[in-house]
């Protein structure tokens, strides 16, 4: 059975690939590139203090929100509930 974070971390693999597959697309989001680093950074930061955590969460929720067209899509909404998962882990 999978524990709590090997489950995440199974999530957070398809988010990135979405991400990525969204980023081959033309006039895909311009901080795309940085969320999924940031989000490939999450991996690392699994284990890691909630402060360290929040800044993570911060920061990758400031790229996406910051178009509401991007936000409210399919991989706005999936990242943001990616990181809201990464918040309880």
């Known amino acids: 059975m999978k524990s709590k974070k090997d489950k995440f971390i199974t999530n957070l693999n398809k988010v990135i690939n979405l991400a990525r597959e969204e980023l081959d697309k033309s006039g895909s ?13 999450m991996k690392q930061r699994i284990d890691a203090d909630n402060k360290a955590k929040d800044s993570l969460i911060g920061a990758i929720g400031y ?16 990242i943001l509930d990616i990181i809201n998962d990464f918040s309880k882990t």
């Open 29 to 41: 989001y311009g901080y795309l590139p940085e969320i999924i680093e940031n989000l490939e950074n």
């Open 63 to 78: 790229l996406v929100t910051d178009s509401i067209i991007f936000s409210e899509s399919k991989i706005g909404k999936r």
